[in-house]
């Protein structure tokens, strides 16, 4: 579960170099700002495809830990909370998760199609069911409520209560603080603008309207002050990826 931190750490960290660079207007772009890029880029470094594998591994692992504190409750130990936000926000965290656990396995196995478009796939084959509107409109619902949740808990240090922060000297624990609070408001912010177009997309009935991590990122980058607001939310990124490290050796579970 530690090694899970460590795969969420190195997930977002390239997601964010990656989002900083087109930032900072690189001509081209050695792979999608997304969890698939990110694991592509991975995949063709030497030793890549066994790197792969041992994120996948995290991945999948902090994916059930995920599932299992939503579903169960409490930590490994007995302890912690069961509050209803805190359960439905690690349902989805952990749902999320094993998407990206499934895109690392979609890469491993050299699918090469661009995972930009599945999220477009999906919102169309769903609002293909009875009340499929609906369920669209509600997933997306849910994504900004627990990204608006997570913007709460990080803004008042909630993070703190989950981690060995006794086991810290004062200095390095105002500094883990610093770091939890931007790149989690950073990362919720992106979850949220996921979640705000989906709720687009079953307004509007246009699958075309949703879009994925590299899809939220991209219409960042399309606004008036683009580059520098995708700067600063990449960097929160990189910042999270850097927290998710420090959160490998500190995490209660």
Request: net charge positive; charged share 15%; glycine share 16%.
């Amino acid at each position: 579960m530690r090694a899970g931190f460590v795969a969420r750490g190195v997930t977002y960290g390239i997601v964010g170099g990656i989002a900083l660079a087109l930032a900072a207007g690189a001509g081209s772009e050695p792979a999608a700002p997304n969890q698939q890029g990110a694991l592509a880029l991975i995949a063709r470094a030497p030793l890549g495809r066994v790197g792969l594998l041992a994120l996948a591994v995290g991945l999948i692992a902090y994916s059930l830990w995920k599932l299992g504190q939503g579903l169960l409750g409490g930590r490994l130990d007995g302890a912690g909370a069961d509050r209803p936000w805190d359960r439905i926000s690690n349902l989805a965290g952990g749902v999320v998760y094993l998407g990206f656990f499934a895109v690392a396995v979609r890469v491993l196995l050299g699918d090469g199609s661009n995972g930009s478009s599945d999220p477009r796939h999906a919102a169309a084959g769903v609002l293909g069911w009875p009340g499929g509107s609906v369920l669209v409109g509600a997933t997306g619902v849910i994504l900004m409520a627990v990204s608006l949740h997570q913007i709460y808990c990080a803004a008042h240090g909630r993070f703190m209560d989950d981690n060995q922060t006794a086991d810290m000297a004062v200095g390095g624990r105002r500094w883990f603080v610093s770091l939890g609070r931007v790149g989690l408001i950073a990362r919720a912010i992106v979850f949220g603008l996921i979640g705000y177009f989906v709720v687009r997309t079953a307004i509007a009935y246009k699958p075309s309207d949703t879009v994925g991590l590299d899809g939220a990122l991209a219409r960042i980058h399309g606004q008036g002050l683009g580059p520098l607001l995708l700067g600063l939310v990449a960097a929160g990124l990189i910042i999270f990826a850097v927290f998710s490290l420090l959160e490998a050796r500190y995490r209660k579970l």
